[in-house]
């Protein structure tokens, strides 16, 4: 477990750099939302799934949708806008999404995702027998949007396996959570009677007990459960700050916060010759990735209007 | 049975609501229902009246007032497999769950390159006429037709509810179902079992050589008791009820009008972006050669709709207002 925790989390650091690359190269448009720093909850909650469980993710999810099993290569040609990529092209960072791993996709929408995992997982229990779950994953932010608070009082009247897990990194864009959230992100789950806890979200090895105890209860029937991640955001809000250096992080805070990096808590627990083959391993992988993003043929103009309807809609 | 109280061969428009879903309940067990006091209560406009006795609370889930985790729920658990049928009560509070309209359920499968379709309904009660007040009364079929991604249904006959609450249920395309408050009482024949009506095709309610109405759900009435003035007065006119807004069914409107060289649309939305703007664009875009008079469009007029009976008839379309309309292109 702590070999496969180390390589997931290093896989999306690295997968995250790569993708800052082809953001300044031009080959990424539009810039994407780095999980840099975040990335031991994403390795940590999809170690606790099985992979007919599933998951909704954020703005921010190229780590969730890496961590449930999304192919980097793929993944990489979609956020190039290619007819290779997990969307066809179609989708871009903010939508990535494999139905067949069970990654119900990244979403723009800031809250978006609660719902939608809470109904998947209210189909689950419908469907009698089974005891598969979904896990929804949000910022901070998203706390404070109201759809999220309706989708958790449904969570827990239909007592359905879902499980809420916030990755609370101090910020939503440039607001802080002390000037954001009234009361506790907790204290919101608490409301409907969700039980919760905060963990450690720069240790993958913490989350993902966290994260199992949650899951294990979800699939006893137990209803939902909620976990508070607590992170930073090594990078920018978005690749976009790059270039318009927006301040609102204290210098001193943005040193602090990267000392603890989940990929050399994860890593310090490997032999360094293990941990350097995995390390090898990505970087091959990698590479192949880029090779492949960057020389896969963009979508045929012809087809923009596909894929909108399952069946015809003009008469 | 959702149908216990209708006589033999007719039924009202608001007990076709709850036999069209009990019909595809009996026959397709991933059907599911949800919303707000939609179970033992049987809705607000009795709408789902006998389904919780038939199907019990394992598929008639009463929800609380959360209109964005009800479709929100309703979309995630369309995409495992299942088909919601939600309700959202009035048709205004659409609004308040309108980001899963808008952004999420219509683009999922286009934004994942056609990996998933979300095959639910949301239906929803919509229209003015009964003094509910604004919020309570706006016909806003025409806000759903902004959005590319939607199929939009709006019947006008209890044999249409059955017939396209069937396509809509069995589409794997997500439709948005719009029950008219007016028409609920309004009895019709009792479709056979299995009747089905496609989506996207329009109905040619009454023939005629004149002038073409062209109306949707309430306005279907209307526009037929409008023909019927006109034809005291000689004018022949045809009504071709449209049923659904997405998908358009222009072919059979540009035939009518290649009959009759004119065109009214009857529209209960507001003017401004209604319908009817898309029907008569369509119309000079692909049919101007056809036209022998200038096109009128009978709406509601663009405020909030308001309380008092006087007003609301001032603002809303009436028999009146569509026989001076065709009167106009007629004489032109
Ligand atoms: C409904 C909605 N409102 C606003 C935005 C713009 N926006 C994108 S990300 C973001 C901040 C989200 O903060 P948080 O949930 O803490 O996630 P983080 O970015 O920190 O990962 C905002 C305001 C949005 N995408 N969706
Ligand atoms: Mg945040």
């Known amino acids: ?315 | 049975m959702a149908s216990v109280k209708a006589d033999a061969g007719t039924i009202s428009y608001r007990e076709a609501v709850a036999e069209g879903i009990a019909r595809e309940m009996r026959r397709d067990p991933a059907v599911v229902c949800l919303g707000e006091d939609i179970g033992a209560a049987g809705g607000v406009f009795k709408t789902t009246a006998g389904l919780f006795a038939e199907f019990g609370p394992q598929r008639i889930w009463d929800t609380p007032i959360s209109e964005q985790a009800i479709v929100g729920a309703a979309m995630g658990a369309a995409m495992t497999g299942i088909r919601p049928v939600a309700e959202i009560m009035f048709s205004d509070f659409l609004a308040c769950c309108w980001d899963y309209l808008a952004n999420e359920i219509p683009k999922v499968r286009y934004m994942t390159g056609g990996q998933v379709t979300v095959p639910l309904v949301i239906r929803t009660a919509n229209g003015g006429g009964l003094g509910f007040g604004a919020q309570h009364s706006q016909a806003v079929e025409n806000w759903a037709l902004t959005i590319p991604g939607l199929k939009i249904a709006a019947p006008s006959t209890p044999a249409d509810v059955i017939g396209l609450m069937a396509s809509a249920i069995r589409s794997d395309d997500p439709v948005v179902f719009f029950e008219h408050k007016g028409l609920f009482a309004s009895k019709g024949l009792l479709p056979p079992e299995g009747h089905l009506v496609e989506l996207g095709k329009a109905a040619v309610v009454r023939e005629g050589t004149d002038v073409t109405l062209v109306a949707l759900a309430y306005t279907v009435p209307i526009a037929l008791a409008a023909a019927e003035r006109l034809a005291a007065k000689g004018i022949s006119t045809e009504v071709v009820d449209l049923r659904c807004l997405i998908p358009m069914d222009m072919t059979t409107v540009l035939a009518s009008v290649a009959k009759t060289s004119r065109l009214v649309t009857v529209e209960e939305n507001p003017h401004q972006a209604g319908w009817g703007a898309t029907v008569v664009s369509v119309v000079v875009d692909e049919g101007f050669q056809l036209l022998d008079a200038p096109v009128r469009r009978v709406a509601s007029a663009n405020v909030p709709l308001p309380f008092a009976d006087a007003l609301e008839d001032e603002v809303m379309p009436t028999v009146d207002k569509v026989v001076a309309a065709a009167e106009s292109v007629a004489n032109f």
């Open chain 1, 1 to 315: 477990m702590e070999a496969s925790l180390y390589r997931m989390v290093r896989l999306i650091r690295r997968f995250e750099e790569r993708c800052v690359e082809l953001v300044r190269s031009g080959d990424i448009i539009g810039g994407i939302h780095p999980y840099i720093g975040q990335e031991a909850i994403a390795a940590g909650v999809c170690a606790a799934l099985r992979f007919d469980d599933i998951i909704t993710s954020t703005h921010r999810g190229h780590g969730h949708v890496l961590a449930k099993g999304a192919d980097p290569i793929r993944m990489l040609a979609e956020l190039c806008g290619k007819v290779t990529g997990l969307n066809r092209g179609r989708g871009g960072s903010m939508h990535a999404a494999d139905f067949s791993k069970g990654i119900f996709g990244a979403n723009g929408i800031v809250g978006a995702g609660g719902a939608i995992a809470t109904g998947a997982a209210w189909a689950f229990l419908r469907q009698g027998g089974g005891d598969k779950v979904a896990v929804s994953f949000f910022g901070d932010g998203a706390v404070s949007q109201g759809v999220l608070l309706e989708a958790m009082n449904l969570a827990a009247l239909w007592k359905v396996p879902v499980l809420f897990v916030c990755e609370n990194n101090g910020y939503a864009t440039t607001l802080t959570v002390s000037e954001s959230v009234a009361g506790t992100i907790c204290g919101r789950a608490s409301a409907f009677g969700i039980p919760s806890s905060t963990v450690d979200g720069m240790d993958a090895a913490v989350v993902f007990e966290a994260a199992s105890a949650a899951v294990e209860s979800a699939r006893r029937g137990e209803g939902p459960a909620f976990l508070e991640c607590l992170t930073y955001r090594f990078d920018a809000h978005h690749t976009w700050e790059h270039k318009a250096r927006v301040r609102y992080r204290p210098a001193e805070e943005e040193v602090s916060g990267r000392l603890r990096d989940p990929v050399e808590i994860a890593g310090g627990r490997l032999d360094p010759a293990e941990r350097e083959s995995i390390d090898e391993a990505i970087e091959a992988l990698l590479d192949e990735a880029v090779a492949f993003a960057t020389t896969s043929p963009a979508p045929d103009p012809s087809t923009a209007l596909d894929y909108l309807y399952g069946s015809a809609v003009l008469p």
